[in-house]
């Protein structure tokens, strides 16, 4: 889906109506990630988030925003050229938008099956057919020395700001009671471990869902094979070691984290 040649900046969506979304692109590809990975989906990808991750893979809808704003009947238009019953709607982070609440009604009243991908720090009312919430840990904070492919020029703003907001409890106990959800952990070491255990042990005291071991990803951190390569075997021993499932990124393995795909 192309962008649009006339769009400003984020918070102008120009002449596009209320519900408009800043989409950073839309395309068809195998879901790359978490308990659907394989299925053939429609991607609806929003530009703007509020956290930065300094190993973000899509720092083209964060760190460097590109965009053009569409009404929700266009997005719904260009998702219906597509054969495919799933749409996963990510970003960025799709929940800081408000038109995402129609975006999704529509989608819903279409028949398809949706999956929104989110940091969890949001939560918003829409029919949700997955959640899938990645919350970010401690070791996703950028740094001097941990700066992302694209970047902002003041990273110790984005370093504090980052720490400040990356978990929100309320948020996450209100998106794993509301919906069907997956909680997707991205691994960067076996380090990682003693904060996912804690995060997990207490949204489960905190909340009335029922989180269950097979409801815990782990995922390996890694924009190209190589990266992948160096946090897949330990990932999986994580999640041997705790009863947890492991996901794979096979967007990464089989084209390398190419954008369309």
Partial sequence: MPVNANASALDSPAEAGTDALPINELFHSLQGEGKLAGVPSTFVRTSGCNLRCWFCD??????????GWFDVADIVTEVTKHESDHVVVTGGEPMMHNGIEALLAELSDQGYHTTVETNGTIFREAPIDLVSVSPKLASSTP????????????????????EQERLDYDSLASLVEAYDFQLKFVVTEREDMGEIEELVETLRSTSSAQIEDHDILLMPEGMTRERLEETREITAELALEHGYRYTPRLHVDLWNDAPGT
């Fill in 58 to 67: 899509s720092y083209h809808t964060s760190w460097e925003p590109t965009h």
């Fill in 143 to 162: 740094s001097e020395a941990q700066q992302p492919a694209g970047g902002d020029a003041d990273i110790g703003v984005w370093e504090e700001r980052h």
